[in-house]
C-alpha cells in the first residue's frame, strides 16, 4: 500500500491479493480450457452433404464474384493496351 506521507510503497496488502487474483486467474483459463476441449469434442467430421454444400458455395462465389472481376480487370488492361497501341 502506498503511505502518503512517505510515498513508500510497502506492498503487504498488494502481494495477497495478487495471489487471489493469480488463483482466480488460473481458475478462469482452467475453465476455457475445459469449454475449448468440449468444443473441440463436438465438432463432428464433414459429412459427403456438407463437403458438397461446401463445393457448391464455392463454385457459385467463383462464378459470382470471382469471374465478373477478372472479366472488368482484362477489359480495363485491353482498353489501356489499346490506348497505348499495344495490340493482340
Known amino acids: 500500500m502506498l503511505n502518503a506521507r512517505s510515498g513508500v510503497n510497502n506492498g503487504s496488502k498488494h502481494k495477497s491479493g495478487s495471489r487471489v487474483e493469480l488463483q482466480e486467474l488460473k481458475q478462469k483459463v482452467g475453465h476455457l480450457e475445459n469449454l475449448l476441449t468440449e468444443q473441440a469434442n463436438k465438432k463432428e467430421k464433414a459429412g459427403p452433404l456438407r463437403i458438397f454444400m461446401d463445393a457448391v458455395v464455392s463454385l457459385l462465389f467463383g462464378l459470382i464474384i ?13 482498353v489501356a493496351a489499346s490506348w497505348l497501341g499495344i495490340g493482340f
Open 66 to 78: 470471382v469471374g465478373p472481376v477478372v472479366v472488368v480487370v482484362v477489359g480495363v488492361l485491353m
